[in-house]
């Protein structure tokens, strides 16, 4: 049954009476075509998953490692404590301009609030970059380190920032593409430059102290130095945790005004 069908039923189901109840169930039909698109006819597909960062952190390992010998100890480890992370925050705002343009259909056919598309992809990611989390726990295992207490809420409050800055992230990038085709093109060229400016193939160990100071500026960076931190050690910056917290205000206010401003206008240019 599609989506649409799917959502004809749900409206029918609760009489038009409790949105609330059909929007969520909507979403809920999103995230799991979603999931099953991605898992369901792969029989790799989460090995698949897994293996975009475990292949990136073998490449800069034998790059940084073993050609230029940084001195880093567990260096793939250190690598992969943000390469997981980052392939969340990459893999969200890449895809993020096509939200509203990959479910033309839907949006043609059905009534509902458009920012359930960008909050069910968000999810989606989200959802992938949980499911990733025991293999990094298996290699925090592996390199005989610690399990830290800290993870119990280190890890939900991580996710919630993130979760929430990439939701606004994504209004804003889904709602401009409509109306600026470009700037799916100019996401990728940024993310690629953003990989480098943030301290993930690299540790902040490295940065020679000038420029220690302009890392809140890169909005990534707070998130991923707190992710290393707390899969590591086991602590969080709380200075970064604000930083971060403001990140994602900042983003979802302006998402949120970007898209109220400009919803009405979606079917004039679908």
């Known amino acids: 049954m599609t989506i649409a069908r799917r959502w004809a039923a749900v409206e029918k189901r609760v009489g038009g009476r409790h949105k609330i109840e059909s929007y969520r169930d909507l979403l809920l039909l999103l995230v799991q075509k979603e999931l099953k698109v991605r898992y369901q006819k792969n029989v790799l597909g989460y090995l698949w998953s897994v293996g975009n960062p475990l292949s990136f952190a073998l490449v800069y390992y034998f790059a940084f490692k073993v050609v230029m010998q940084v001195n880093v100890e567990a260096y793939p480890l250190v690598m992969m404590s943000c390469l997981f992370p980052w392939q969340w925050y990459s893999g969200a705002i890449t895809s993020a301009p096509n939200n509203f343009l990959?479910?033309?259909?839907?949006?043609?056919?059905?009534?509902?609030?458009?920012?359930?598309?960008?909050?069910?992809?968000?999810?989606?990611?989200?959802?992938?970059?949980?499911?990733?989390?025991?293999?990094l726990i298996l290699f925090?295992?592996?390199?005989?380190?610690?399990?830290?207490?800290?993870?119990?809420?280190?890890?939900?409050?991580?996710?919630?920032?993130?979760?929430?800055?990439?939701?606004?992230?994504?209004?804003?990038?889904?709602?401009?593409?409509?109306?600026?085709?470009?700037?799916?093109?100019?996401?990728?060229?940024?993310?690629?430059?953003?990989?480098?400016?943030?301290?993930?193939?690299y540790t902040t160990d490295l940065i020679p102290?000038?420029?220690?100071?302009?890392?809140?500026?890169?909005?990534?960076?707070?998130?991923?130095?707190?992710?290393?931190?707390?899969?590591?050690?086991?602590?969080?910056?709380?200075?970064?945790?604000?930083?971060?917290?403001?990140?994602?205000?900042?983003?979802?206010?302006?998402?949120?005004?970007?898209?109220?401003?400009?919803?009405?206008?979606?079917?004039?240019?679908?």
């Open 140 to 201: 925090v295992l592996a390199y005989q380190r610690p399990v830290f207490v800290a993870w119990l809420y280190g890890f939900p409050l991580q996710i919630l920032i993130q979760f929430v800055t990439l939701f606004g992230i994504s209004l804003i990038l889904s709602s401009l593409n409509l109306f600026l085709r470009d700037i799916e093109r100019l996401i990728h060229i940024l993310m690629h430059l953003a990989f480098y400016f943030t301290p993930i193939i």
């Open 209 to 270: 102290e000038r420029y220690l100071k302009l890392l809140p500026l890169n909005p990534a960076a707070p998130l991923m130095i707190n992710w290393r931190e707390l899969i590591l050690k086991g602590t969080l910056d709380w200075n970064y945790i604000f930083i971060s917290s403001g990140y994602a205000i900042l983003f979802l206010v302006i998402g949120w005004w970007i898209y109220s401003k400009l919803s009405h206008r979606f079917a004039e240019v679908i």
């Open 102 to 135: 990959t479910a033309v259909v839907i949006l043609k056919k059905v009534n509902f609030p458009r920012h359930i598309l960008p909050l069910a992809a968000t999810l989606n990611h989200m959802i992938h970059f949980v499911f990733t989390l025991p293999v």
